[in-house]
C-alpha cells in the first residue's frame, strides 16, 4: 500500500504548507530570492553531512544532465508561481497551480511508462475538484496571467516526474542536496542581477517581493529564517524519498493535502476560515484520496493472487 511513502510525502507537505506560511510573514520586509537564498545554504549546511556520512563518493551520480534538469524544473516551478503571484489572487492562481498532479499522471504515462487504470484517473479528478471548491475560482477573469501558474504547475510536473525517475538509481539525500543546490545558485544569480533593488519601486505588493533589495536580517527575524532552513530539508529528505518509494501517479492526489495544511495554517496565523464550499472541498480531496488507496489495494490483491 505504499504507507511509507505516503507518510513522506504527507510529511513534505506539511512542510511545505509551514514553510510558506513562514515565508509569507516574511514577504513585507525582505527579497524572495534572499529568502530562497538563505533556506537553501541552512538546508544544504544540514543535508551534507547527512549524504556524505558514506563518504565523497555519496556525490558521485552519472545521471548530472537530469540533476540539472530536475532542478531547473524546480526553480521554473517556485520563480513562475511567484510571479503569477504578482498580479493574481492567491486562490486563483494555486487553483491552477493544483493541476499538477494532474499532469503527473500524464508525464507518468507517457515518459515513466507507467500504467494505471481507470480508479486513479477518477481519484485524481476527484481531488482536483476539491481544489477547485476550496480555492474557489469562480469569479475570475481569464486572462494572460493565468499562464505564470501554469507554468508552475508544468515545472513541479516535470521536476516530481523526474524525481520518480532519478530515485531509481540515486539517493533521497542526493536528491535532495541537488534540489536545494539548485536553489541556491538560482538565487544567488537573482539576487547579483536584481539584488541591489534596481528594479524595485513598482509599488505593487507582490513585485516588490521578487525585485526588492536584498536586506542584513533583523534579530527579531532569525529564528523564524533559521526554521525555514531546516524545514526546507525536511521538505526535501521527505518528498525525495516519497518519489523513490512509489510511483509519481499514485503519490499525485495525496499533494491535495497541502490545501486544507494552508487553510489551517490561514486561520490560526492569518485569521482566515474556510466557508461550506471550502469545507465541502476538503472532503472531495480527502475522498480521491481514499479511492486510490482503494484502487491500490485492489490492484495488489489481484496481483497476488495471480502468482499464487
Given at each position: 500500500?505504499?504507507?511509507?511513502?505516503?507518510?513522506?510525502?504527507?510529511?513534505?507537505?506539511?512542510?511545505?504548507?509551514?514553510?510558506?506560511?513562514?515565508?509569507?510573514?516574511?514577504?513585507?520586509?525582505?527579497?524572495?530570492?534572499?529568502?530562497?537564498?538563505?533556506?537553501?545554504?541552512?538546508?544544504?549546511?544540514?543535508?551534507?553531512?547527512?549524504?556524505?556520512?558514506?563518504?565523497?563518493?555519496?556525490?558521485?551520480?552519472?545521471?548530472?544532465?537530469?540533476?540539472?534538469?530536475?532542478?531547473?524544473?524546480?526553480?521554473?516551478?517556485?520563480?513562475?508561481?511567484?510571479?503569477?503571484?504578482?498580479?493574481?489572487?492567491?486562490?486563483?492562481?494555486?487553483?491552477?497551480?493544483?493541476?499538477?498532479?494532474?499532469?503527473?499522471?500524464?508525464?507518468?504515462?507517457?515518459?515513466?511508462?507507467?500504467r494505471f487504470g481507470v480508479g486513479r484517473w477518477v481519484a485524481v479528478l476527484v481531488g482536483l475538484a476539491g481544489v477547485v471548491l476550496v480555492v474557489q475560482p469562480f469569479g475570475a477573469n481569464l486572462e494572460?496571467?493565468?499562464?505564470?501558474?501554469?507554468?508552475?504547475?508544468?515545472?513541479?510536473?516535470?521536476?516530481?516526474?523526474?524525481?520518480?525517475?532519478?530515485?531509481?538509481?540515486?539517493?533521497?539525500?542526493?536528491?535532495?542536496?541537488?534540489?536545494?543546490?539548485?536553489?541556491?545558485?538560482?538565487?544567488?544569480?537573482?539576487?547579483?542581477?536584481?539584488?541591489?533593488?534596481?528594479?524595485?519601486?513598482?509599488?505593487?505588493?507582490?513585485?516588490?517581493?521578487?525585485?526588492?533589495?536584498?536586506?542584513?536580517?533583523?534579530?527579531?527575524?532569525?529564528?523564524?529564517?533559521?526554521?525555514?532552513?531546516?524545514?526546507?530539508?525536511?521538505?526535501?529528505?521527505?518528498?525525495?524519498?516519497?518519489?523513490?518509494?512509489?510511483?509519481?501517479?499514485?503519490?499525485?492526489?495525496?499533494?491535495?493535502?497541502?490545501?486544507?495544511?494552508?487553510?489551517?495554517?490561514?486561520?490560526?496565523?492569518?485569521?482566515?476560515?474556510?466557508?461550506?464550499?471550502?469545507?465541502?472541498?476538503?472532503?472531495?480531496?480527502?475522498?480521491?484520496?481514499?479511492?486510490?488507496?482503494?484502487?491500490?489495494?485492489?490492484?495488489?490483491?489481484?496481483?497476488?493472487?495471480?502468482?499464487?
Amino acid at each position: 500500500m505504499h504507507l511509507r511513502a505516503i507518510s513522506y510525502l504527507l510529511l513534505g507537505m506539511l512542510g511545505i504548507s509551514i514553510g510558506d506560511t513562514m515565508i509569507k510573514m516574511l514577504s513585507g520586509d525582505y527579497a524572495l530570492h534572499q529568502l530562497v537564498f538563505i533556506r537553501a545554504a541552512i538546508s544544504l549546511i544540514i543535508l551534507m553531512p547527512v549524504l556524505l556520512r558514506r563518504g565523497i563518493t555519496a556525490l558521485r551520480t552519472s545521471r548530472l544532465g537530469m540533476h540539472i534538469l530536475r532542478g531547473l524544473m524546480l526553480v521554473i516551478a517556485n520563480v513562475t508561481y511567484f510571479t503569477g503571484l504578482a498580479s493574481l489572487p492567491m486562490a486563483e492562481s494555486s487553483a491552477v497551480v493544483f493541476s499538477a498532479p494532474v499532469i503527473i499522471t500524464l508525464l507518468s504515462f507517457w515518459l515513466l511508462g507507467e500504467r494505471f487504470g481507470v480508479g486513479r484517473w477518477v481519484a485524481v479528478l476527484v481531488g482536483l475538484a476539491g481544489v477547485v471548491l476550496v480555492v474557489q475560482p469562480f469569479g475570475a477573469n481569464l486572462e494572460f496571467a493565468y499562464l505564470w501558474p501554469l507554468a508552475a504547475a508544468f515545472g513541479y510536473a516535470g521536476f516530481t516526474t523526474l524525481t520518480r525517475s532519478l530515485g531509481r538509481t540515486e539517493s533521497a539525500a542526493l536528491l535532495a542536496v541537488f534540489a536545494q543546490g539548485s536553489f541556491f545558485v538560482a538565487s544567488l544569480l537573482m539576487g547579483i542581477l536584481v539584488g541591489d533593488g534596481r528594479f524595485a519601486g513598482t509599488g505593487n505588493p507582490n513585485l516588490e517581493f521578487l525585485l526588492r533589495a536584498w536586506r542584513w536580517p533583523a534579530v527579531d527575524d532569525l529564528g523564524l529564517i533559521a526554521m525555514i532552513g531546516l524545514v526546507s530539508a525536511v521538505i526535501a529528505l521527505s518528498l525525495s524519498a516519497a518519489y523513490r518509494s512509489a510511483q509519481a501517479s499514485f503519490l499525485a492526489p495525496f499533494e491535495y493535502s497541502n490545501l486544507p495544511l494552508v487553510l489551517l495554517w490561514g486561520y490560526l496565523v492569518f485569521g482566515d476560515f474556510p466557508n461550506t464550499l471550502a469545507l465541502a472541498g476538503i472532503g472531495l480531496i480527502a475522498a480521491g484520496g481514499m479511492i486510490m488507496i482503494f484502487t491500490e489495494s485492489r490492484r495488489r490483491a489481484r496481483e497476488r493472487s495471480v502468482g499464487v
